[in-house]
């Protein structure tokens, strides 16, 4: 089904319909300065695995990642600031989770140690 994270009525339809190079092209027009950024890449990686695209899978949670923390140090109060820590950490766990899916296990491996210990989101395999 569509991720259960923002996502406009077009761009949950195209998930839906596995059209997912469709759903790319309408999370790529969330500009880089909007608060939507780092979900619309998050939403954008979760397209490329599922596309079988690991380079621009990787490279699109990257961006997620480095967006989320640019705004997690923006942000105005501590609640904000959480949030979008979650989201910095969503990014790198579901990175490191299609790594171990594709067998690639020392790459994996390193994803996860990037994840902070005392993480919202720990992740459970």
Request: proline share 4%; hydrophobic share 35%; net charge positive.
């Amino acid at each position: 089904g569509a991720p259960a994270v923002l996502a406009t009525p077009d761009q949950r339809q195209a998930f839906q319909q596995k059209k997912y190079d469709r759903a790319v092209e309408l999370f790529d027009l969330i500009h880089t300065d909007h608060r939507y950024y780092p979900e619309s890449r998050l939403l954008a990686a979760q397209a490329h695995a599922l596309n079988d695209d690991m380079k621009k899978q990787v490279e699109t949670s990257e961006q997620c990642f480095k967006g989320a923390e640019k705004l997690e140090k923006d942000a105005s109060n501590d609640k904000i600031k959480r949030y979008f820590r979650m989201v910095a950490e969503i990014c790198s766990i579901n990175q490191a989770r299609h790594l171990y899916k594709r067998g690639l296990y020392d790459e994996a491996i390193n994803a996860y140690d990037k994840i902070p210990k005392k993480s919202y989101k720990w992740p459970y395999i």
